[in-house]
């Protein structure tokens, strides 16, 4: 009997270890998946200032676009253990894939990566924060908030 109990043990250890043993032993390595509704809730600002200047009727009619468009957006970004990164969006029918490469300095976190082939990059930032990440492109104030898969 006690040969099965050694082996199980075995086994269970092998499966924490491989499956990590949560967010201080993994970092940020993992799936992450966009939180469509966190998303327009952090772009609320923005999307105010944007409609400020319109007639009330038109502010109405854009605001129920811009809140269906940050509602449309689906996404994940995976990052590996190895630094890389890969990041697919799609939005509006159409999927875009990203490669790159993520550094962390505490809990900041800062993406680069590019379309397959392409020579410009695109450098994100942001934070993470227990299983939320919220990240903006770098001189905008546009945000994207992920959740931990």
Known sequence: MKPIIRTLSVALFLTLVACGGGVESVGPVGLWRIDSDAT???????????????????????????????????GTIELSADKTLV???????????????????????????????SDVDFVVIGSISNDNMTVNN???????????N
């Open 138 to 148: 770098v001189g905008k104030e546009q945000f994207m908030v992920f959740k931990r």
């Open 40 to 74: 327009l809730a952090a772009n609320q600002l923005q999307i105010e200032d944007q409609l400020a200047g319109m007639p009330p009727a038109e502010r109405a009619e854009a605001k129920k676009r811009f809140e269906g468009l940050f509602k449309s957006v689906q």
């Open 87 to 117: 990041s697919s969006a799609l939005m509006g029918g159409k999927k875009q894939v990203m490669y790159g490469t993520w550094e962390l300095d505490g809990d900041k976190i800062k993406m680069t990566s590019s379309k397959k082939g």
